[in-house]
């Protein structure tokens, strides 16, 4: 399958500070991505949905203005986590779609993740 | 968020024999369902899909089985081995938004 990056693979920060995880799609052109959070032995839940070059569709509960998304190109999406507090440390992992935005059969490649801990 | 439900929580099996994880759906509105193992501090790995319109599709290992009229998707393991250790995620793709939501997880342990 494809293969989809993330960096860093994890980090530690301090908090109010912001941190910002890239998701790349190394071999294909990921027309959707999407974030998911995943807390200590619960399931992935999606935070938000965003499509190349238009702006990211959050979910119920998520709030936009903290959890920054940015998907400038088909290869690279961006979370950035601003004023970031330790309710805030978790395990986020991207996933990208290629194809028609329209296809709900395209399979989604997940990134290995990226482990948040907020001090 | 929304979620699939599981049946268990842990499933604990002796290597060597069939394992069966079952995964509840509620929205009937999907039409296609797919199987992740997620090792430990790891991305969800695909292991096998099924499209709404099939019951039954075989992989390497593994089977996966799907009932519409009961909303109810498993995933058979066979001859399951040590490497097989992992939490399962069944995960439904909304046909209307094509959100792929995932299920609670099923942590599998296999006995040596």
């Known amino acids: 399958g494809a293969v989809v990056s993330q960096h860093p693979s994890w980090v530690i920060c301090k908090s109010g500070t912001s941190v910002k995880i890239e998701c790349r799609s190394l071999?294909?052109?990921?027309?959707?991505m999407f974030w998911y959070r995943q807390f200590p032995k619960q399931s992935l839940m999606l935070m938000a949905t965003s499509n190349e070059g238009s702006k990211a569709t959050y979910e119920q509960g998520v709030e936009k203005d903290k959890f920054l998304i940015n998907h400038a190109s088909l290869t690279l999406s961006t979370l950035t986590v601003t004023s970031a507090h330790p309710e805030d440390s978790s395990f986020y992992i991207c996933?990208?779609?290629?194809?028609?935005?329209?296809?709900?059969?395209?399979?989604?490649?997940f990134g290995p993740g990226t482990r948040l801990t907020v001090l | 968020g929304e979620s699939v439900g599981l049946h268990l929580p842990t499933l604990s099996v002796q290597e060597g024999d069939n394992s069966i994880i079952n995964c509840a759906y509620s929205?009937?509105?999907?039409?296609?369902f797919i199987w992740y193992k997620q090792e430990s501090g790891k991305g969800p790995q695909f292991i096998i899909d099924?499209?709404?319109?099939?019951d039954k599709r075989q992989g390497q290992r593994v089977t996966v089985l799907l009932n519409k009229t009961v909303k109810h998707l498993s995933l058979q393991i066979a001859a399951t081995q040590p490497g097989d250790s992992a939490v399962y995620f069944c995960a439904e793709r909304r046909s209307n938004t094509g959100k792929l939501i995932f299920g609670q997880g099923t942590t599998l342990q296999v006995k040596p």
């Open positions: 099924i499209r709404s319109n099939m």
């Open positions: 996933s990208g779609r290629g194809g028609s935005r329209t296809s709900s059969y395209n399979e989604q490649f």
């Open positions: 071999d294909f052109q990921a027309t959707t």
């Open positions: 929205n009937s509105a999907s039409d296609y």
